[in-house]
């Protein structure tokens, strides 16, 4: 009598059997394949057609993870139509978007414990800054150098998560590195400098920690206040050289994050011709993500799309316009956070951007689900031609839908995988 594998138990398969739903696994060399990993769900018309154009053994579907059944077994020869597998309609077509719902709760989760693991370390490690800095930096690097390696190997997006509490220092570290690493392989710095930028944009404000709290979160400060605030680059910067372990280029971004490209910065009113390209991209990305989620509690916190046009009217001569534009690229025509109105009248939250930037991953509002229930949406690969409508300001929302949709006030964005672990 023949033994039933195990659900979970990789299940030799024929290509011409797969269909979207399926949880394939790739036994070939990740050279030999058009994939970004060996193993993920099936959830695109794209993925099925390179899939089924792959011929001999060295494929797998395992059933536990798997949201529908292979096709029936057939002769591979004569047994199906030569323009390739047909789009889902019916029955299929809401498997089909279970199935992309299921891969994106994976990425958000997988996301969501990446972000777990950093920031931990990142807070333990600011803590002990003035206790013991030779570790305390070693572990900063660490958590920079694993950013800027998973940045320059795969294809990690933003990914916008819920937020885990009070504000912290950690969260505007870990925000600003990585949007700022993302920047500058937009940019196509060098592994080196991209490095260097993630770790630059983590320790960029460890001179806070010598600062009183009430100065950091006064929303408007007596001249005093402000030159004992400024003093902080200055600080991060005599503190980090002391470490012995960070670069001079970092340690020139820990100095320059918050001058201008036309002189009006602080601490020194460098010019743009003495700044870095690293240093006009931490300076932006800091600004933007403060006016996201300002230190002070009485500071009106902005939508990322509403940060973006504050800085491009008002402080456009303070900036560097091609790291604007990268910027730009980066958080999408949509950034994450941001609620839109869908062609079909949805109302959604934007948590990532994708490959074309007009069409976001999405957080379908559901009213009659939480949102750990409720329905995610890549519009880049749904087959109904779904687009953003526009973007839909709070007053435009019921009191209901806007503490459903719960715009965060303090945004928190980590890296984004292609495809599930």
């Not at 154009?53 to 030569?82: K, T, V």
């Not at 800085?311 to 994450?336: Q, T």
């Not at 839909?392 to 980590?414: F, G, I, K, T």
Request: aromatic letters at 4%; glycine letters at 6%; charged letters at 25%.
């Amino acid at each position: 009598m023949q033994t039933e594998l195990p659900r979970d138990h990789p299940v030799p398969i024929d290509s011409h059997r797969l269909r979207l739903g399926v949880f394939v696994m790739i036994d070939h060399h990740w050279l030999d394949h058009p994939f970004a990993r060996n193993r993920f769900l099936i959830s695109t018309a794209s993925q099925l057609r390179e899939l089924q154009a792959m011929r001999g053994a060295g494929l797998f579907w395992i059933p536990a993870l798997s949201q529908a059944e292979p096709l029936p077994d057939e002769p591979a020869a004569g047994s199906r139509p030569a323009e390739g597998p047909a789009l889902p309609a019916g029955d299929d077509a809401a498997s089909l978007r279970r199935a992309q719902s299921v891969r994106e709760r994976l990425l958000v989760a997988q996301a969501r414990r990446d972000w777990n693991r950093a920031a931990e370390t990142v807070r333990h490690a600011l803590r002990g800054l003035r206790e013991n800095p030779e570790a305390a930096a070693a572990d900063l690097v660490a958590v920079a150098t694993a950013a800027a390696a998973r940045i320059l190997e795969g294809r990690d997006i933003l990914q916008l998560l819920d937020r885990p509490g009070a504000e912290s220092g950690q969260y505007h570290a870990l925000n600003c590195m990585t949007i700022a690493t993302l920047v500058a392989k937009t940019m196509r710095l060098s592994p080196g400098e991209l490095t260097d930028v993630a770790l630059g944009a983590l320790v960029h404000d460890v001179g806070k920690v010598l600062i009183p709290h009430r100065v950091l979160r006064e929303a408007k400060r007596s001249p005093a206040e402000e030159r004992v605030y400024r003093d902080h680059c200055q600080i991060g910067l005599e503190l980090a050289r002391g470490t012995g372990v960070f670069s001079e280029s970092v340690l020139n971004l820990i100095r320059d994050h918050h001058e201008a490209v036309d002189g009006s910065g602080f601490p020194a009113g460098r010019p743009g011709a003495e700044l870095s390209q690293a240093a006009r991209i931490l300076s932006l990305v800091n600004r933007y993500d403060r006016l996201c989620g300002p230190e002070s509690p009485d500071r009106t916190s902005l939508r990322p799309a509403d940060a973006l046009r504050r800085i491009w009217r008002d402080e456009r001569k303070r900036i560097d316009p091609d790291v604007f534009s990268a910027l730009v690229n980066v958080l999408g025509v949509y950034p994450p956070g941001s609620i839109v109105q869908l062609s079909d009248l949805r109302i959604a939250l934007v948590i990532a951007p994708s490959a074309r930037p007009t069409l976001p991953v999405v957080l379908i509002y559901q009213p009659s689900r939480t949102q750990e229930q409720a329905n995610l949406l890549d519009l880049s690969a749904d087959g109904d031609g779904l687009a953003v409508e526009k973007h839909l300001l709070p007053h435009e929302l019921s009191r209901e839908a806007l503490q459903w949709l719960d715009p965060r006030e303090r945004l928190v964005y980590y890296f984004r995988g292609a495809e599930p672990d």
